[in-house]
């Protein structure tokens, strides 16, 4: 029989219970903390008329998100998914309206088979290798309208080397070595990227290599429709330092892997040392490379860069280049892109 000192202890804990209940008190988790969208920059620069632009990526301003209060890993059934849905016959767990404010080390990681990304906002303080990344573990990541701000240490928006990785619809700023990027080595995995805005503006670490979209490996790259604008050079006060240079729009090279097919259709460029590299280096092009119906605005320099639109070396044979122009309508054929680009 227990003693009359666990009866006590039973009631006294009976007491404390009755009482929060009465007071209302409760063991759930504290209500959400929402936070109202707001532009990254104050004047981010405008694209041309059919392009995207900061006012139609990403979060909309205004937009209320919920303050994102889980760990480090998005995916595997996690329970503070807002859902799920089912993308090329794969469930996915899917994070819809959260605000990521990542401090110290922390970077999103993704796991599980399937992940969705859609209407978030992503920024870091510190200096990180990427706002969202995948790891070995994870499957296919497709990103929605969704912001990215690298923050003063100008972090990588979406890292993706393991699987597919898709984003639309996105805006992407202060992201130094890149907005965008994927290095499998495996040349299987695939990367897509549609509707997009991305802006850098001067004051990255110097270090930082800088291009919209990368690729040293992967089964193939997809950039449609998209407005990529670098800021040629990193100085803040606006000097043409020439050991603090971006290196493009959209960087291609075969550097860690073979690349697959390689399509650039219908996207505005502007800035860089060049605009564009489709580069063999170590590895090889294994399928077709096609750039196709591009815009290369002027707004920094003639010729779209500051050495143009297209890095000479190593380019890969069967290389389709059509459609492209510059911002003032001037056609820009094969061969008049690589005479601007000495």
Known sequence: MPSARVFSAIAVASTLVAGAATAGCTTAEPAPVTVVAAAPLADPPAAEAGFPSAATTGVPTGTVLTLWRGGDR???GDSRATGTTIVDGIACDVYDGFRFELEGDRQMRVVGPCVVVRNSWFSSTSDVSALLTQTESSGLLVVERSTFDGGPFHVRGVQGDFADLR???SAFFRFGNAAIEMNDRSATATLTVEGCYLFETTGWPRDQHVDG????????????NTTILITPFGDPGGAEDYDYVS???IGVGATLGDIGTVLLEGNLLAGGGRLIYLQQK???FTGDVTVLDNVFDQRWYPAGAIWGPLHPDGLPEGLVWEGNRLG???PVDLA?????SP
Do not use: E, K
Request: glycine content about 16%; aromatic content about 4%; hydrophobic content about 45%.
């Open 74 to 76: 998005l995916g595997g």
């Open 328 to 330: 003032d309508g001037t």
């Open 167 to 169: 984003v639309s619809d």
């Open 336 to 340: 008049a892109a690589l005479a601007l």
């Open 213 to 224: 979209v990368q690729m040293d490996a992967g089964g193939a790259v997809v950039v449609r």
């Open 282 to 284: 170590d590895y090889r």
């Open 247 to 249: 290196n493009s729009a």
